[in-house]
């Protein structure tokens, strides 16, 4: 199916109710009314799964705080990060020709704070933080980072920085995979951000929606076909990647093939 503007959608779903046709959401209270719930099926499709198309790379945000080297903020339109395998650092030393970026592992915070604590304080390679929390953390000063944590899902804190290189962490010297949250619009000729296979669940899950808020009666065609493309969405959602896997159940596996496991990816 076509990608379609809000427009072309709320035409479809008010004449499926068999309501006054409008040339603008903004013609009709009811027109209005159907945008509304067209916008919140929407973020509804998107908090459900992490969509292929919404997933970027992009770097964390610095903050240039040299009472806090290791802190670093998650871009504010990101709704997560893969964080088994996307966080890199530009390793450089000053006497590398090089760029090098490699990973940084994610630790739990019990697991982060377990390193970190068990850092001697008094060496001069150990640098003692507060986080905004107020409670204390003892980095190293005299490497790059290789662990990194959140305690509040928003500030990120990693475990050392290289102070002979840099005063603090650098966001020119970060990578992130992460998946952006996108905006939505109540304006005519606004498209949503969704791969063009996934309108027709969009409009029939609003479609259904619609009926039962506004109508206040079931739509059981609108409703079947919803759950349809759900289904259909829920095997199919990326191009550069194809296919899905199924769980093998201890099936042995061909001879030759290697299976593709990021979390033993070499750098």
Do not use: C
């Amino acid at each position: 199916m076509a990608k379609l503007t809000i427009l072309d959608m709320v035409q479809d779903i008010l004449n499926s109710m068999d309501s006054d046709e409008v040339n603008s959401i903004n013609d009709t209270v009811e027109a209005l009314q159907v945008a509304q719930i067209i916008k919140t099926t929407f973020f509804e499709f998107i908090s459900n799964r992490n969509w292929p198309h919404l997933k970027s790379l992009m770097q964390f945000t610095g903050l240039g705080d040299i009472t806090h080297p290791t802190h670093m903020r998650l871009p504010v339109d990101v709704k997560e990060v893969d964080a088994l395998v996307s966080v890199r650092y530009n390793k450089r030393k000053n006497t590398d020709t090089k760029d090098k970026y490699q990973r940084v592992h994610y630790r739990t915070i019990e697991s982060f704070l377990r390193v970190t604590n068990g850092r001697d304080s008094s060496r001069v390679t150990i640098q003692t933080v507060s986080d905004f929390g107020g409670a204390t953390i003892f980095i190293r000063n005299d490497k790059h980072p290789e662990w990194w944590t959140s305690f509040d899902d928003e500030n990120i804190v990693f475990d050392s920085f290289d102070s002979s290189i840099d005063t603090t962490l650098q966001q020119s010297k970060t990578q992130l995979i992460g998946f952006r949250e996108p905006s939505f619009s109540l304006v005519d000729s606004f498209i949503p951000d969704l791969p063009s296979e996934a309108f027709s669940a969009l409009l029939a899950d609003a479609k259904s929606t619609a009926f039962l808020e506004i109508k206040q009666v079931a739509n059981e065609k609108a409703e079947a076909k919803a759950q349809s493309q759900k289904r259909f969405l829920s095997r199919k959602g990326w191009r550069a990647r194809g296919g899905f896997s199924l769980p093998d159940y201890g099936r042995r596996r061909s001879a030759g093939v290697r299976h593709h496991n990021p979390l033993f990816e070499k750098d």
